[in-house]
């Protein structure tokens, strides 16, 4: 399998990224190339095996509730780029339409 | 003082001694990144009031008899993806161009606790994603035994820092190979340490199974020094965990009846045959010094670099969707609606490698490719990981070159990603097996750095740094210095 142009624009929508015309050309060569050769993990048969992601192995790590200081809060306000009385600006998330 | 002779222990015991002063020590360093930092652009940002002023309360700490830390007067240089208070901390991005760290990492508050002294940021591959620090959004670092050619990467600005004594010691970030790749092309020592070792609690996250911080520096004592204040559990981190750990005599010693692996699919057609020619001398030379060299299989190797490469670019395309503009980093544009201005500034601010990465991952991790893709990688990982658990009740350590080629020339596989990823070759497999690799430096091709890499099973950095140690203390080649512009 290889990527064609509308397929990274349409990935690159999933991925929340503008690419121009140019990019998508390029990326659809490039990507497929790099797809060619990752694709011979699929050359492994790892039908009987189950999904190790490592969960089964390690113990519960929570820690106690406890309040205590982390960081610095005013830098981190100060690090948004629009702060108002210390109030970050978001824009609105719901679209219009 | 020669910058070049300085060390961990040199450096606290001169202080002790008041041979001379943090201070003295500072600025001496500040000399050199000031005349040689412009032609190889390791430093993102130079630390130069902020040094010093740490070396002054050093100096009156030592004064008052207070001998805190062993890592007293070590001048740490960081590489740019590590949070530090009120330090400007771009990884490399245009998008976080303005960004200053809110709080210290870890790992920097540890270093600072053991006596280290902080002199700047250090260049990288934006966000750690590269082999030659050409992607960073800030231009790429020079290999400083021979400009015209890369330091390697991500963390070059490190490497490069260090071959040309502009710090004692520098953090790098090694997710696939980040740090013992441009420690091998700019020869000097860089060690990755254990999944789960050392926190990433400050850390900018590229991949999350997968990263980890640690040293680089000239000589393997140094990077153990700096590897055991950092190391162990914190619970920012979660995956880090409490094992045991070494003190800094037992790495030294000899080690005969060692017995090391020589993995025969660590010698591929198409790497450099007078780099393999350098790896394979020093092979002769661990057996002169006792060690049993033993020929290993492991026919899962060439698969492991697909592993690696669906892995981290589908983690990183999830972790790298924080960059919104709200809470950090460039400012959102103004458009009709959230989603457009959240694509437009990525699209803007984003390198290219950085969007090729997000794409594929984006496509690994969606539906109906997700089983083929980033499922069947974890699946190939866990079968990878159980081959160096086997290979390890034969052997005590692995030993294999650490990159296929010497440093190659800026620009040459900038244009081709495929090409440029095949440089992280033999330093992917140990990643994804969550063990801890070194490398250091074991001759020279054409004038330029060859890597030794070493191997151990994970959280056995004990014996990955006696080894290491032994090689390097029968030879010469970590004395040999990068000739300054």
């Known amino acids: 399998m290889s990527f064609t142009s509308q397929d990274i624009d349409h990935l690159s929508r999933l991925a929340g990224i503008r690419l121009t015309a140019g990019e998508k050309e390029k990326f659809s060569s490039q990507l497929s190339s790099v797809l060619e050769y990752v694709k011979k993990i699929q050359d492994i048969d790892t039908s009987g095996d189950h999904v190790d992601f490592h969960l089964e192995k390690f113990h519960d790590v929570t820690e106690k509730d406890q309040v205590r200081p982390y960081g610095d809060a005013e830098k981190m306000i100060e690090a948004a780029p629009e702060v108002r009385d210390r109030l970050i600006r978001v824009p609105p998330v719901k679209d219009a339409s | 003082m020669r910058l070049e002779n300085l060390h961990v222990d040199d450096i606290r015991s001169s202080l002790i001694a008041k041979q001379y002063s943090a201070v003295e020590l500072v600025t001496a360093y500040l000399k050199r990144v000031h005349d040689v930092n412009g032609s190889l652009n390791a430093f993102l940002t130079v630390m130069a009031d902020e040094a010093l002023e740490q070396a002054r309360a050093l100096d009156s700490r030592i004064s008052s008899g ?132 050392v926190s990433r609690n400050g850390m900018i996250a590229l991949s999350s199974s997968l990263d980890q911080i640690g040293p680089v520096t000239k000589t393997v004592g140094d990077a153990a020094a700096v590897f055991l204040a950092m190391a162990g559990r914190d619970s920012l981190d979660v995956t880090t965990v409490e094992k045991q750990l070494f003190i800094p005599q037992e790495i030294l010693g000899d080690i005969t009846g060692m017995r090391i692996g020589v993995p025969k699919e660590y010698f591929i057609e198409g790497m450099d045959p007078e780099v393999e020619k350098t790896v394979r001398k020093a092979l ?202």
């Open chain 2, 66 to 197: 207070e001998n805190a830390g062993p890592l007293l007067g070590t001048v740490i240089a960081v590489k740019d993806n590590i949070l530090m208070k009120g330090v400007r901390t771009t990884a490399g991005s245009k998008i976080l161009d303005t960004y200053k760290g809110a709080y210290d990492a870890t790992v920097v508050d540890r270093l600072r606790s053991a006596g280290a002294l902080f002199i700047g940021k250090t260049n990288l591959d934006e966000f750690g994603m590269g082999a030659s620090t050409e992607n960073s959004a800030y231009g790429a670092t020079k290999n400083p035994w021979d400009p015209s050619r890369v330091a390697g990467g991500s963390s070059g600005g490190s490497a490069a820092a260090i071959a040309t004594a502009m710090s004692c010691a520098a953090l790098g970030t090694d997710t696939g190979g980040s740090i013992r790749q441009p420690a091998s092309l700019c020869g000097v020592v860089g060690m990755r340490p254990t999944y789960g070792r």
């Open chain 2, 284 to 485: 002769k030379q661990l057996e002169k010094l006792g060690a049993k060299i033993q020929e290993v299989h492991m026919p899962l190797t060439p698969y492991s670099l697909a592993v690696y490469y669906i892995t981290v670019v589908s983690e990183a395309s999830s972790n790298l969707a924080r960059y919104d503009g709200v809470r950090y980093g460039s400012k959102l544009p103004r458009s009709s609606t959230f989603r457009e201005a959240y694509r437009r500034l990525r699209g803007d601010e984003l390198g290219e490698e950085v969007k090729r990465r997000i794409i594929l991952g984006t496509f690994s991790l969606s539906q109906g490719y997700f089983d083929r893709y980033y499922l069947q990688a974890q699946k190939v990982r866990a079968r990878i990981k159980h081959e160096f658990t086997k290979v390890f009740d034969t052997v005590d350590c692995l030993v294999a070159p650490t990159s296929p080629t010497v440093a190659f020339a800026l620009g040459e596989k900038f244009s081709d990603p495929l090409t440029m990823y095949l440089s992280d070759i033999f330093t992917t497999p140990a990643s994804i097996a969550d063990a801890p690799g070194i490398s250091v430096p074991c001759g020279f091709v054409r004038g330029l750095p060859v890597g030794l890499q070493f191997m151990t099973a994970p959280f056995d950095e004990k014996t990955l740094f006696k080894v290491a140690h032994a090689y390097e203390q029968a030879t010469d080649w970590h004395t040999r210095m990068a000739p300054l512009a």
